[in-house]
């Protein structure tokens, strides 16, 4: 969850450190520091809070230059968020200098037993005893990627590590098992991050590590092995954006930012997907079409905002390919014995593509013989290379913590499997594939549109901010979009906000109803389903009976609920399923001016972190 940089070349190790730790604090974090080697020996700072605490320490005592140093930016997870538990972490002696991304789940065995060896450890953290182990390993190896190796095959849990060791001036070596980890090259230099966003300014050649591997960094050299000290192969690719796609743009919040860009993000994702038979065609499928046409039933896994794209992503499945289609928390997936088999096909949704509890319901479900297809924003990550198919988003770096185009583009990605699916079993023709691929090419214009009327939306959202209480209410694929904005406004806003299927209003949920609390409803288009509209009209009657302030979102020509409208927010007439990529817009402009009026970070939310690479 947490940003690591780890850096061996020419240039100061700390300044590019500090500015790499700078371009992954969208990550989230509680507290921040940096080691370097200079001087045969290790200096280090580390403050709990922002970076600004760190930069403003690193002003008052400055470290030495060095040529290779680590930095981390930790979301807490074992210990409090103060100092002492801020990475990096030595051994006593002062050699060895540690941070580390997961959880190490044996650390208390771990601990134990260096204490009772005489290690005294002054963290409460899991990931001091790495640092401890570490030495013990190097003063019979003198070798740090074998120290590394040996550790690693003690540890249980998932984790990235990156040390350094003293007696190793021009040395960097990082480990991976279930969290991410990437290398960068430059000439004369190398680097190991998180994210690829932490190295963007000096190189875009990049290089994939895999499960359970060692990388030793020198100035010329990347030596990649497992955890046995065997040789592994590795992948090169290239990074095909540029720093300045991390930049705010002139935007006063990378939010805001993306928000913008989704027009773009929703075209790229569908930039080349229809061939020159006309046919329509996915990054990279390694699944037969023989055995997508013997698929009996689907499901979804994901978290958060993209567990809300996969349940609007089962009315499509279901709608357009008549393939039975579940939704599931990842979280809860393989805890349940949910049954799966040869003949099932679960699509994993991740941005990062690093998510643990989604890579874990995907490792689940390989085990239990299904196909897996990975929608993901982030090339190479660790969930498209364990699937046995890819659909990339093309929506870019999404450097704000509360997704936005993101979940656009899994939108498009979803309607895209679905329509894939038809195709190859026949329930839906070319000609109809075509102009539903035409209807969402037309979607980018229509979000913009809506991005030129938000005026309003922002000074409603100003209006409530001294609220403690927003409800959302939807219909079909409304439900899920009235989900998507309750969570926005928790995130963000840190408001109690709930979405609700309006059908279960009077189950319920209606005692909630009072004086002048605001209730945004997601309104069906009248045209087709018409009776899904009448019904939420009637929604919005009973809760206005009882006080309530109504904010509707309705497309244009829809005067059926003007009445009952305190507040009418319209978006461009689009076909009921694809819906969702207009009506969520107005949610996410809303969920952030209402968190910039109540004072909130809303790029760095508290508490949360953009990648949870944890269970």
């Known amino acids: 969850m947490c940003g690591i940089v780890g850096y061996v070349g020419g240039q100061s190790a700390l300044d590019v450190v500090v500015a790499g730790l700078k371009r992954l604090e969208y990550r989230g974090y509680d507290s921040a520091g940096v080691a370097v080697l200079a001087d045969g020996g290790l200096a280090t700072a580390k403050k709990a809070g922002k970076l600004a605490n760190l930069e403003k320490a690193l002003q008052e005592l400055p470290l030495p230059t060095g040529s290779a140093g680590v930095g981390h930016t930790r979301w807490a997870t074992h210990g409090a968020p103060n100092d002492a538990n801020a990475h990096p972490h030595l051994d006593n002696a002062g050699r060895v200098a540690v941070v580390h991304n997961g959880i190490i789940e044996n650390f208390a065995v771990l601990r134990a037993d260096l204490a009772e060896r005489g290690h005294e450890l002054a963290s409460d953290t899991d990931t001091e005893v790495v640092a401890h182990l570490l030495a013990e390993s190097y003063s019979s190896t003198a070798d740090l990627a074998e120290a590394m190796r040996q550790v690693c095959r003690q540890l249980d849990g998932a984790f990235t590590l990156v040390a350094v060791h003293a007696d190793e001036p021009d040395v960097v070596v990082g480990a991976r098992r279930n969290s991410p980890l990437v290398v960068g090259v430059g000439e004369g230099e190398a680097f190991l991050a998180s994210d690829v966003a932490a190295f963007i300014a000096h190189t875009r050649s990049a290089i994939e590590l895999g499960q359970d591997q060692v990388v030793e960094l020198r100035r010329d050299s990347v030596t990649v092995t497992d955890f046995e000290g065997a040789p592994a192969e590795v992948r090169s690719y290239y990074v095909d954006w540029d720093a300045s796609a991390a930049e705010k743009g002139g935007y006063d919040y990378f939010m805001l930012k993306e928000i913008a860009e989704q027009p773009k993000a929703v075209a790229d994702t569908l930039l080349g997907r229809i061939d020159a038979s006309g046919s329509l065609t996915l990054d990279e499928v390694r699944i037969p079409d023989s055995m997508l046409r013997e698929v009996t039933k689907v499901v979804i896994v994901a978290c958060g905002t993209a567990f809300h794209s996969g349940l609007i992503a089962k009315y499509a499945i279901e709608h357009w390919t008549r393939i039975p289609c579940e939704v599931e928390l990842a979280s809860e997936f393989r805890y349940r014995d949910p049954i799966l088999d040869q003949r099932t096909l679960v699509i994993a949704i991740s941005q990062s593509g690093e998510t643990m509890d989604t890579l874990m319901a995907v490792r689940h479900a390989r085990e239990q013989g299904a196909k897996v297809l990975a929608i993901c924003n982030t090339n190479g990550s660790t969930i ?33 499997v679905a329509l894939y699916l038809g195709q190859v079993r026949g329930t839906k023709w070319g000609d109809e594939i075509g102009a539903v691929v035409r209807e969402l090419a037309h979607i980018g214009g229509e979000v913009d549109r809506v991005l030129e009327t938000m005026e309003p939306v922002r000074e409603l959202a100003r209006s409530l901010a001294g609220k403690d209480t927003v409800l959302f209410l939807g219909r079909h694929v409304g439900y899920p979009v009235a989900l998507e904005g309750a969570l926005k406004l928790k995130e963000l806003a840190y408001m109690h906000a ?15 109803i009072e004086e002048d609390l605001p209730v945004v409803v997601i309104a069906p288009s009248p045209r087709g389903r018409s009776v899904l509209h009448d019904k939420i009209v009637s929604n919005i009657q009973e809760i206005r009976a009882r006080g309530a302030r109504t904010i509707v979102i309705a497309e244009e020509g829809d005067e059926a609920v003007v009445p009952y409208a305190d507040h009418l927010i319209r978006i461009p007439a689009t076909p009921t399923l694809l819906q969702p990529l207009v009506s969520t817009v107005p949610l996410q402009v809303f969920a952030c001016e209402l968190a910039t009026a109540r004072g909130n970070e809303v790029d760095q939310p508290r508490n949360l972190a953009k990648s949870v690479t944890v269970e």
Do not use: M, N, W
């Open 498 to 512: 709930e979405g609700f299927a309006a059908g279960e209003l009077k189950h319920g949920p209606i005692a909630l």
């Open 384 to 416: 498209p290379r364990e699937c046995d198919a890819v659909l990339y988003t093309h929506a870019g770096p999404e450097v704000a913590v509360a997704s936005t185009k993101a979940f656009l583009t899994q939108l498009v990605a979803c309607y895209l």
